[in-house]
Nanobody
Framework: QVQLVESGGGLVQAGGSLRLSCADS????????MGWFRQAPGKERLFVAT????????YYADSVKGRFTISRDNAKNTVYLQMNSLKPEDTDVYYC?????????????????WGPGTQVTVSS
């Protein structure tokens, strides 16, 4: 059963931009925070950004501050990650995740729902 699906990944040159989208098809009511994470092959999944239900509170990993922006459109059940000034070290699979509460969080195990991921590759 499809629940969270990421899109927008691809190949981009260093310095370029991509916008990831996460469509939430879960039939759920209530408010919840969302997050983006990233993972390289053989490495642990890392926090990237998180946003609360109304979009008033966001938090970013130090490595992406000032370059990435998380946002959401609750009318479309979609969360976005605008990635600017991309670097080769941003190459990873990016995952969106949903919590069951409104508060933001950076821990993986505080997110109950995950998408399958989308590959982002930044060439030098």
């Amino acid at each position: 059963q499809v629940q969270l699906v990421e899109s927008g990944g691809g190949l981009v040159q260093a310095g370029g931009s991509l916008r990831l989208s996460c469509a939430d098809s879960r039939r759920t009511s209530g408010a919840y925070a969302m997050g983006w994470f990233r993972q390289a092959p053989g490495k642990e999944r890392l926090f990237v950004a998180t946003i609360n239900w109304i979009g008033s509170n966001t938090y970013y990993a130090d490595s992406v501050k000032g370059r990435f922006t998380i946002s959401r459109d609750n009318a479309k059940n979609t969360v976005y990650l605008q990635m600017n000034s991309l670097k080769p070290e941003d190459t990873d699979v990016y995952y969106c995740a949903a919590r069951s509460t409104t508060a933001v969080a950076t821990e993986l195990d505080s997110h109950a729902y995950w998408g399958p991921g989308t590959q982002v590759t930044v060439s030098s």
